[in-house]
Structures are given as structure tokens and as C-alpha cells.
């Protein structure tokens, strides 16, 4: 598996402005949430052959 490259993770910190460790958290909260979801849709179509309509 690739890692992120950090100049992409180094924009996402830069425009989002935390101010507080409970904003971080937040927003990887929405980022592994948002992976999770992508992770599980492509193994639905891997699995049923074709994309969720």
C-alpha cells in the first residue's frame, strides 16, 4: 500500500486552521470515516462485479 504524500497532508493541515487538538481529531475522524466507506464500497464491487446503483 502507498502513503499519503505529504505534500498532500501538509495543504489539508494548512487549510484547515486547528486551533485545537479536538479539531484534529475531529477531522481524522472524517478522514478514516471517509476511507472506511470507500474501502467498503469498492469491495462491494469487487465483490457483486458491478458499482452500487
Known amino acids: 500500500m502507498e502513503k499519503t ?3 498532500m497532508l501538509k ?3 494548512d ?7 479536538t ?9 478514516f ?11 462491494l464491487d469487487t465483490e457483486l462485479g458491478y458499482e452500487k446503483s
Open 5 to 7: 504524500p505529504k505534500e
Open 23 to 31: 479539531e484534529i481529531m475531529d477531522a481524522m475522524k472524517e478522514i
Open 33 to 43: 470515516w471517509d476511507v472506511l466507506q470507500q474501502v467498503m464500497e469498492s469491495e
Open 11 to 13: 495543504a489539508y493541515v
Open 15 to 21: 487549510s484547515q486552521k486547528f486551533s485545537s487538538t
